[in-house]
Structure formats: structure tokens, C-alpha cells
């Protein structure tokens, strides 16, 4: 039980920074994102590749996934720069269903369907697997510390501000002389790398990555993480990658406490349950357990 409670607290860890990643294009910039899942893809198996066929450190690879996130994030905020609204949830959720067909077909890269094996990771030959998964739900969570702190002062910088103006009222933005298509690109870029890091820590993690580990499922967990804990707060979308994670996993056991059940009927009540608490929390706090704290400043007198 001990190593499973630590495997879900790594896997908390990586919804966690998924949301933080979201919460920076969405939350702040106002920019819909249903492309989660291709930037992930794109991060693991870039610092896959680069571990298991270039043999590079697990430090490199995963610097190299988060800049070649980043650079996939800044090529799709310019490709759909004229999109708003629904035209850019279709565009974003295809790219993401593009870049799992390319894993799945280019089997001499990818290696297909049959994924990428082997793929290492500090101290996996040498500890045991309940070592192992607590070094890694460490480090994970040593992660998510890091970037919600760089980010959280992001955004309360002057970057920070031009991209919540931007997400008010871009019109008025541009009027007051931003540059809206830079800072949108500079925003998709540095929520895509955050992506792509998570995807790396998943692979180096998992060992195994496959094209099917990448559905459009963990776009979905990860747009109810941020909207429950709190969009455009960093500590609410770490608070609400938690809260998924917990029902999602807390559910599992339903078909001990309700006995006489078949396997479809506890599925389907885990799906009731994850669907009455997930709308109870957006109906008492609408805004998310942690809304965003709107800071207004005086008028000085002339």
C-alpha cells in the first residue's frame, strides 16, 4: 500500500505540473489549451530518445524536452494567432491527436504502438521498488516546488500583468502599446515547456512510454484540476491536481465498501461519484477552492 499511496503521489505531482503549465496559457493568458496531452507526449519522448538512443544524461533529456516543448508551444501560438474561443480548443485538441498518430505510425523513431522500453532513471537498478518510488515522488514534487515558485513570480511580475490585461481585454492591451502576439507566443511557450518537463519526469519514471498513454483523457483531468483549484492561482492548481488525483484514485475502492457489485458497476459508479464531487465543488466555489486574488490599487490623487 505504501508504494502505491508514493506512485500516486508522483502521479499527483505530474498532474500538478501539467495544471501549473495550463494555468500559465489559460489562467493568465486566457488562451484555451486542449493540447495537454501532444506537449506531454512531445517531452517524454523527446528525453526518451535522447536517453535511450543518444545516451545522454536523464538531466539532458529533460532539459531538452522542456526547451523542445517550449519551441512546439511558441510554432503552435503563431500558427493560430488569428484563433479565439472554440477555433482554438478544436486546433490545440488536434495537434494533440496529431502528435500521438505520428508517435503511432513512425515506428523507426518512436518504435510504434510497441513504445519506448528500458528508459532509465537515477537509482532504478539499485533501490527497491518502495526506495525508488519515494526518491521519485521527492524529486517530482522538488519540481513542482521549483516551478510554482518561478511561476507564482511570474505572475506577479510585469509580464505577469501584461498577460492578465491580455486575458481581460486584449484590444485595450494593444492599445496601451503591448505587443499581444509576443506575449502570447512567450506565454505558450513557457506553459508548453512546464508540459513537456512533466512529460519527461513521466517517461524516466514509467520506464514505458506508448502512444496510448497519451489520450485525450489527461487534457480532460488536467482542465478539471486547474478549474477546481483555482485558475489563475498556482497554488490552486497544484491543490486541485491533488484533488483529482485523490477521487480519481479514491474510487478504486468503492467496490469494497459497496459489495454484491460487478466490475462495469463499480466503473460506473466511480464515474457517477468523480462527476457529483467535482460539480459540488464548482457549484460552491465556483472560482475554484483557490480563487485568484485581485489586487486593486488606489488612484493617486493628481
Do not use: C
Request: glycine share 12%.
Amino acid at each position: 500500500m505504501a508504494s502505491y499511496l508514493l506512485a500516486m503521489a508522483v502521479f499527483a505531482g505530474l498532474y500538478g505540473l501539467m495544471a501549473l503549465g495550463l494555468n500559465v496559457i489559460f489562467g493568465l493568458a486566457g488562451m484555451i489549451n486542449l493540447g495537454l496531452a501532444g506537449f506531454f507526449a512531445i517531452g517524454a519522448y523527446a528525453s526518451a530518445l535522447l536517453t535511450v538512443k543518444l545516451h545522454l544524461p536523464v538531466a539532458a533529456g529533460a532539459v531538452a524536452a522542456l526547451a523542445i516543448s517550449a519551441a512546439a508551444g511558441a510554432a503552435v501560438a503563431l500558427l493560430t494567432a488569428r484563433l479565439k474561443g472554440d477555433y482554438l480548443a478544436i486546433v490545440t485538441l488536434g495537434f494533440a491527436e496529431v502528435i500521438r498518430l505520428v508517435a503511432a505510425n513512425e515506428i523507426w523513431l518512436t518504435g510504434g504502438t510497441d513504445g519506448i522500453s528500458a528508459i532509465p532513471a537515477p537509482g532504478r537498478s539499485s533501490l527497491t521498488p518502495l526506495q525508488f518510488n519515494l526518491a521519485s515522488a521527492l524529486l517530482v514534487w522538488l519540481v513542482v516546488g521549483i516551478i510554482a515558485w518561478l511561476l507564482t513570480r511570474l505572475a506577479a511580475s510585469p509580464f505577469g500583468r501584461v498577460l492578465r490585461a491580455i486575458r481581460e481585454d486584449e484590444m485595450v492591451a494593444a492599445v496601451a502599446g503591448k505587443r499581444v502576439l509576443a506575449f502570447k507566443v512567450q506565454a505558450f511557450a513557457v506553459g508548453a515547456g512546464v508540459l513537456g518537463l512533466a512529460g519527461s519526469l513521466y517517461a524516466h519514471y514509467n520506464a514505458y512510454i506508448a502512444p496510448d498513454g497519451f489520450a485525450p483523457l489527461i487534457t480532460i483531468y488536467v482542465v478539471l484540476a486547474l478549474t477546481a483549484g483555482g485558475t489563475g492561482r498556482m497554488a490552486g492548481a497544484v491543490l486541485g491536481a491533488v484533488l483529482v488525483i485523490a477521487l480519481t484514485e479514491g474510487t478504486r475502492f468503492l467496490g469494497d465498501a459497496v459489495p454484491g457489485l460487478s466490475p462495469v458497476q463499480v466503473a460506473a459508479l466511480r464515474e457517477g461519484v468523480i462527476g457529483i464531487a467535482l460539480i459540488a465543488v464548482l457549484m460552491l466555489r465556483p472560482q475554484g477552492v483557490l480563487p485568484e486574488r485581485t489586487t486593486i490599487h488606489p488612484l493617486e490623487p493628481p
